[in-house]
């Protein structure tokens, strides 16, 4: 979301969620997306601009409407860790084991490319994370490309920064 703002596309969110240790440039969140499963026309509220939607509310949007989707990418080892860490930082020490988080993600993400398939009319890019810290300025033209939106790509992949990149995976 960073990226796109900085490439100069206009993006949906509401500043509710301040940046904090775990994400120190910010959360570009839009509360009113947790009501997709109810509310599935205040997708309606982001026609033209780019809204963060998370897998589990994805499949809430409704048909009829054009979308395209960047599917951002990450080991599920490191996103386990991110939120382990994540918790403990905010006091909750009730960690669920990585072997049940891993297979519950797992088979949310087969779930959600399952979707995908009944779904042809919405083109998605599938943007790896490690990718992107590799070459920001390659995969800033790949989002670009696949908007066929007139983005600075360069001030895009100045938004990619390595040093905020947590919780590797080995």
């Known amino acids: 979301m960073q990226m796109l703002a900085a490439g100069g596309m206009t993006i949906l969110t509401d500043h509710q969620r301040k940046a904090d ?43 009829g ?20 860490e994540m918790l403990r930082r905010r006091g909750n020490s009730d960690l669920v084991s990585h ?3 891993t297979k519950a993600f797992s088979s949310h993400l087969k779930e959600v490319v399952s979707w995908f398939e009944t779904r042809p009319e919405i083109p998605v890019l599938r943007l ?25 790509r360069e001030a895009m992949a100045q938004q990619i920064d390595p040093a905020l ?6």
């Open 21 to 63: 240790a775990d994400n120190p440039r910010g959360y570009c969140e839009w509360e009113p997306v947790k009501l997709l499963p109810t509310q599935p026309e205040r997708i309606d509220e982001a026609e033209g601009k780019a809204v963060k939607v998370i897998t589990q509310l994805l499949m809430s949007i409704p048909q």
């Open 65 to 84: 409407r054009d979308y395209k989707v960047i599917f951002m990418e990450r080991p599920l080892s490191e996103v386990l860790a991110s939120q382990d």
């Open 99 to 101: 072997e049940v988080m």
């Open 128 to 152: 790896g994370y490690r990718r992107l810290l590799h070459d920001p300025l390659a995969n800033a033209k790949a989002v670009k490309d696949f908007l066929a939106v007139d983005l600075d």
């Open 165 to 170: 990149y947590h919780n590797r995976a080995s």
